[in-house]
């Protein structure tokens, strides 16, 4: 059985820190590329960060670099997104998606909140 399990949310300050994991099995995790996404109220989701299945490549939208880090490791079967400076308008459900192109096969999370709010 697939899961993908996020944890780490929850209520921070402005300019805080928070560190998400999401914790993956029922796959060989190490052969798919894994990102984190978002999704604030009203809002259509959004991909935040991406991360190759090595490791190696590593993408990030706009409004996130030089303050998010996505990184893995594979010997946990796990994939994190430390979060730093954070500001109001990170304040989202976060999910973590596991994506193999070839056959395409794409699991997700059930998602974790992030507010940030003073």
């Known amino acids: 059985q697939v899961q993908l399990v996020e944890s780490g949310g929850g209520l921070v300050q402005p300019g805080g820190s928070l560190r998400l994991s999401c914790a993956a099995s029922g796959f060989t995790f190490s052969t798919y590329a894994m990102k984190w996404h978002r999704q604030a109220p009203g809002k259509e989701r959004e991909l935040v960060a991406h991360?190759?299945?090595?490791?190696?490549?590593?993408n990030y939208a706009d409004s996130v670099k030089g303050r998010f880090t996505i990184s893995r490791d594979n010997a946990k079967n796990t994939v994190y997104l430390q979060m730093n400076s954070l500001k109001p308008e990170d304040t989202a459900v976060y999910y973590c998606n596991a994506l193999r192109m070839f056959p395409k096969v794409d699991y997700w999370g059930q998602g974790t909140q992030v507010t940030v709010s003073s």
């Open positions: 991360i190759s299945s090595a490791g190696r490549i590593m």
